[in-house]
C-alpha cells in the first residue's frame, strides 16, 4: 500500500511539472508596466503619438496601450538608425482603431554614459487581429424566434428588410472608414492602394531638396492625388500609397489618411482643405509601379 501511495506521489509530480511547462511555453513573456523587461513582447494597439527624441536613434512613444496596461510612454532604441525607424513607422501605424497591433520584442537597456533606460528593440513586426468567428452576432439559443416580436408592426411578404439589414438601422458615417495597413485594404471592395511597404522616416521635415508646393489637393479615383503644382499648374495627379506615403498636418504624422481606388471612399478632405498650400515630395514606389508621394506636409 506504502508503495502505491509513493507511486502516485510520483506521477503527481510528474503531471505537475509537465503541467507547469506547458503553460510557460504557451504563455509569452508579455510586457508588463513597471516590471523587469528581458527578451519581452511588447504588443501595442494604440497610442497617442511617437516622435524621434533628441538622440537620434531613440523614439518615445507617448500612451501605449498593451495588453497589461499603459503606461506614460516608453522609450524605444536600437542603435541601426534605419531600424529603429522602421519599428517607429509600423508604431506610428497602429494609432487608432485599426486590425492590427504591433509586436517588438524588446530589453530593457541603459545608454552609455547615461542613466537614461529605453527598451533595445530586437524586432518588429505587425500582428493582424482574428477575424470574428461566423455566426459570433447570431441569436443566441433560447432567444426570440424568428416573426413578428411584441411591438414590433407586422412584416407583409415581400416587405421584409434586407439581407444584412435591420430595420430602422441605417449605416453611420465612416463606418468603414479605416485602411488596414500592410495589406491595402482599404475600404471598398477591390482596394490596392497599400503596397506593405513602410516608410523610412515618418517625419514632417521639409529639409533637403525634391518638395514642389502644391495647392487644391484632392483625392481622385484609381489610389491618386489630384493637385494644382506652383510651376507646371492644374490638373497635376500622382499614386498615394496608404502604407508608404506619409502625411503631415498640424506639425504631426497623421497615419489614419488614405485614398481608395474610388475617391468617395477616401477620408483625404476629413484632414486637408484644397485652400491649403502643401509642401510634396515625390519619388519611385517602392513596388517599381511608378511614382508615388513618399511625403505631404500640410498646415
Not at 511588447?42 to 533628441?54: C, F, L, R, V, Y
Not at 497599400?194 to 515618418?202: C, K
Not at 490638373?235 to 506619409?246: A, H, M
Request: glycine fraction near 12%.
Amino acid at each position: 500500500m506504502t508503495k502505491m501511495k509513493q507511486m502516485a506521489k510520483t506521477m503527481l509530480v510528474i503531471i505537475t511539472s509537465l503541467l507547469a511547462f506547458n503553460l510557460s511555453a504557451a504563455t509569452p513573456n508579455m510586457f508588463v508596466p513597471m516590471q523587469p523587461c528581458i527578451g519581452c513582447t511588447i504588443d501595442i494597439s494604440d497610442h497617442t503619438g511617437i516622435a524621434q527624441t533628441s538622440k537620434n536613434a531613440v523614439y518615445r512613444v507617448n500612451n501605449p496601450v498593451t495588453p497589461n496596461g499603459t503606461p506614460p510612454f516608453l522609450e524605444l532604441y536600437n542603435p541601426t538608425l534605419a531600424t529603429i525607424q522602421n519599428c517607429a513607422a509600423m508604431v506610428s501605424s497602429v494609432q487608432g482603431p485599426t486590425p492590427f497591433t504591433v509586436q517588438l520584442k524588446a530589453s530593457e537597456y541603459t545608454l552609455a554614459g547615461s542613466n537614461q533606460v529605453v527598451f533595445l528593440i530586437d524586432r518588429c513586426r505587425r500582428v493582424r487581429l482574428a477575424p470574428p468567428m461566423p455566426g459570433a452576432n447570431a441569436p443566441k439559443m433560447g432567444g426570440p424566434r424568428p416573426g413578428p416580436q411584441p411591438g414590433m408592426p407586422p412584416v407583409r411578404p415581400g416587405q421584409g428588410p434586407k439581407m444584412g439589414q435591420q430595420p430602422g438601422v441605417r449605416p453611420r458615417p465612416g463606418m468603414d472608414g479605416r485602411p488596414k495597413i500592410g495589406g491595402g485594404m482599404g475600404p471598398g471592395a477591390g482596394n490596392n492602394c497599400g503596397s506593405g511597404n513602410a516608410p523610412a522616416s515618418t517625419s514632417c521635415s521639409t529639409s533637403g531638396g525634391g518638395w514642389q508646393e502644391v495647392t487644391n489637393v484632392l483625392s481622385e479615383d484609381d489610389c491618386q492625388l489630384g493637385y494644382t503644382d506652383a510651376s507646371e499648374g492644374p490638373g497635376q495627379e500622382v499614386l498615394y500609397d496608404n502604407d508608404y506615403s506619409v502625411t503631415c498636418t498640424g506639425g504631426t504624422h497623421k497615419p489614419a489618411v488614405f485614398v481608395s481606388n474610388a475617391r468617395s471612399n477616401s477620408n483625404w478632405g476629413a484632414y486637408v482643405q484644397p485652400s491649403e498650400t502643401c509642401q510634396m515630395k515625390t519619388g519611385p514606389s517602392p513596388t517599381g509601379s511608378g511614382r508615388v508621394v513618399e511625403k505631404i506636409v500640410c498646415p
